[in-house]
Nanobody
């Protein structure tokens, strides 16, 4: 069964950091583009960041540029989202999503329908 599962969410003070993990099973992440999305209460799900297959290009929403960083560890079949300088407006449920695209393919930041496999989400709360 192909699936992805997020972890690493929690409660953090403004200015703090968290690292989210997206672990894949049933397929090799090297062949997948990974997207990170978030959904705050009463708002639509929005694309935050994505990373292409085989460690390809990364894209970031303007709201997180310079603060969030995507990386992947192929040996662990895991993608990470490092989130620094967190703000209260970053509070949301964060989802990772995957699509099998082959090697060295770019990712799509905002097209939710492009992704086939979704994790259950992890809550990130930024509050003092």
């Amino acid at each position: 069964q192909l699936q992805v599962v997020e972890s690493g969410g929690g409660l953090v003070q403004p200015g703090g950091s968290l690292r989210l993990s997206c672990a894949a099973s049933g397929f090799t992440l090297d062949y997948a583009a990974i997207g990170w999305f978030r959904q705050a209460p009463g708002k639509e799900r929005e694309g935050v960041s994505c990373i292409g297959s085989s460690g390809g290009s990364t894209n970031y929403a303007d709201s997180v540029k310079g603060r969030f960083t995507n990386s992947r560890n192929n040996a662990e079949n895991t993608v990470y989202l490092q989130m620094n300088s967190l703000k209260p407006e970053d509070t949301a449920v964060y989802y990772c999503a995957a699509v099998l695209v082959g090697l060295f393919r770019p990712c799509k930041l905002t097209e939710r329908t492009a992704y086939h496999y979704w994790g259950p989400g992890t809550q990130v709360t930024v509050s003092s």
